[in-house]
């Protein structure tokens, strides 16, 4: 059975950093591309950041450009998301993504993803 496992959310100050994790099990883990998406109440979900099979290519979404880091950890079978520089509009619940992808590529669309985490909430505030 697949299972997408995620930590590392909790609550922090406008400002500071924290790194989620997503631990994969039941994949061959460099088949799949990962995401990063984030819901918060009356929303859907949001594109956060996506990472190619092979970790070379990745994308982020424009208000976490240049604050947030993916990457992956093959021996691990982990993807992280360093986040960094964190404010009032980065709270949400987050939650990592699985797609099975035949060729290198990174994957923005929700609907395209094959499995999904459970989900870890991020709060940001003083």
């Known amino acids: 059975q697949v299972q997408l496992v995620e930590s590392g959310g909790g609550l922090v100050q406008p400002g500071d950093s924290l790194r989620l994790s997503c631990v994969a099990s039941g994949l061959t883990f460099s088949d799949y591309a990962m995401g990063w998406f984030r819901q918060t109440p009356g929303k859907g979900r949001e594109f956060v950041a996506g990472i190619s099979r092979s970790g070379i290519s990745s994308a982020y979404a424009e208000p976490v ?26 709270t949400a619940v987050y939650y990592c993504a699985a797609e099975y992808r035949p060729r290198i590529a990174v994957v923005r669309s929700y609907d395209e993803y094959d499995y999904w985490g459970q989900g870890t909430p991020v709060t940001v505030s003083s």
């Not at 079978?77 to 509009?89: F, R, V």
């Open 65 to 90: 450009q240049g604050r947030f880091t993916i990457s992956r950890d093959m021996a691990k079978n982990t993807m992280y998301l360093q986040m960094n520089s964190l404010n009032s509009g980065d």
